[in-house]
């Protein structure tokens, strides 16, 4: 880390009343035009942290910055992850106020479930498609609360890799399923927007999770049995707005849809 202590502390300190009062700040690599990733973890930490201590459980983890397009548009060769926390998985077909976001967008992608530890380093994506219990098609509501989502990596590694919240469909069977051919289909207000093959996801979502698995292990934590991941995102993130009827569709999975007011 090339931050100190102290920094790191008043960073976390921003981006948690940014996202208490969905009040946006500018980049932290502004602000610290020093911010390394692996400063930007340790921020992140500090308000998982944070959280756990008010309550909050850890049921999850996201990964982010898993297609080509995503990593050439800030520049890296590598995704990032975040947590997910039991406030932040939203029933199916349920309602959510777009006020509780600074500026939502959303991506269709795929769940994995596991009833297995896996941690890092060295584990594949075979060991990857072993452990899970099931899989779901999912739908992430990714949230920025650095203003006008002028990202850099650390900015949004920072930011909890820019989560906002989940919804799951059913936990089907992993096995037959060849993830990489799955189509997704991300559908607004009734009309197909975008759509794409699971392959788009690092070439196989098992390698994305494989990736996480590995990027844990070097922070000495691990995905743990009953934790889900979700693995990246399949087409491209439009944003939403109040009024907005987003759909995700995933062949094999299912579908599951959202609603914003």
């Known amino acids: 880390m ?28 502004e602000r610290h035009p020093g911010l390394t990733v692996a400063d930007a973890y340790a921020i992140q930490q500090v308000n998982l942290r944070r959280r756990l201590r008010e309550g909050r459980v850890l049921v999850g983890h996201k990964i982010g910055l898993t297609s080509e397009s995503m990593q050439t548009l800030l520049g ?41 530890p896996l941690r890092g380093p060295g584990i594949t994506d075979d060991d990857v498609r ?29 930011d909890n890799a820019s989560s906002g919240a989940v919804v799951l469909g059913n936990w089907m069977p992993y096995e037959g399923l060849d993830l990489p051919s799955v189509r997704a289909s991300l559908s607004l207000n009734g009309s197909e927007i975008d759509s794409g093959l699971g392959a788009a996801v690092m070439g196989e979502p098992a390698a994305a999770v494989a990736w996480l698995a590995n990027a844990l292990g070097s922070f000495g934590t691990e995905i743990m049995p009953g934790h889900f991941v979700i693995s990246g995102s399949i087409t491209s993130a439009p944003f939403v707005h109040p009024g907005d009827d987003v759909t995700a569709t995933i062949g094999g999975l299912g579908a599951v849809s959202l609603s914003f007011t």
């Open 130 to 158: 072993a452990a899970p219990e099931a899989v779901a098609v999912a739908l992430e509501v990714v949230d920025s609360r650095i203003d006008k989502w002028r990202l850099t990596l650390p900015d949004t590694v920072a």
């Open 2 to 29: 090339t931050l100190t202590h102290n920094v790191i502390q008043e960073s976390a300190d921003l981006l948690y009343v940014a996202q208490t009062t969905r009040t946006p700040i500018g980049p932290l690599t």
């Open 76 to 116: 890296v060769d590598e995704p990032d992850f975040g947590y997910i926390l039991d406030g932040m998985v939203l029933a199916n077909g349920s309602a959510v106020s777009a006020a509780r976001f600074c500026a939502p967008r959303v991506e269709p992608e795929v769940a994995f479930l596991f009833h297995a």
